[in-house]
């Protein structure tokens, strides 16, 4: 089992910045990615950033030039810095991961993917 604690939401205005922080734990497992989606009431969950074992990043249109996602592998952490924030970035923020565990010696794997509780984002003047 891993488990994801997020944390760094919370009330900003618009133009204003954030920093999420999500930290996965656990044993037995190495992480193909990790990513932050998002969730608006009333709308469908949606990628914001991912970043890849190798460190490849992908981003969502709607953030690519404001918000930044980094990963320290030592600790299994990923960030999302949110830059220039606007009153449509107003979310739940979700972190997701991708975790691989070998399950023999031959090294069979499973990939399992695990998501945090989410954390408030609200940009509001």
């Known amino acids: 089992q891993v488990q994801l604690v997020e944390s760094g939401g919370g009330l900003v205005q618009p133009g204003g910045s954030l920093r999420l922080s999500c930290a996965a734990s656990?044993?037995?497992?190495?992480?193909?990615?990790m990513g932050w989606y998002r969730q608006a009431p009333g709308l469908e969950r949606e990628l914001v950033a991912r970043?890849?074992?190798?460190?490849?990043?992908d981003y969502a249109d709607s953030v690519k030039g404001r918000f930044t996602i980094s990963r320290d592998f030592a600790k299994n952490t990923a960030y999302l810095q949110m830059n220039s924030l606007k009153l449509s970035d107003t979310a739940v923020y979700y972190c997701?991961?991708?975790?691989?565990?070998?399950?023999?010696?031959?090294?069979?794997?499973?990939?399992?993917?695990?998501w945090g509780e989410g954390t408030q984002v609200t940009v509001s003047s």
């Open positions: 997701n991961t991708n975790v691989r565990r070998i399950v023999n010696v031959e090294g069979a794997y499973v990939d399992k993917e695990y």
């Open positions: 656990g044993r037995g497992f190495s992480i193909n990615a």
């Open positions: 970043i890849t074992s190798n460190g490849n990043a």
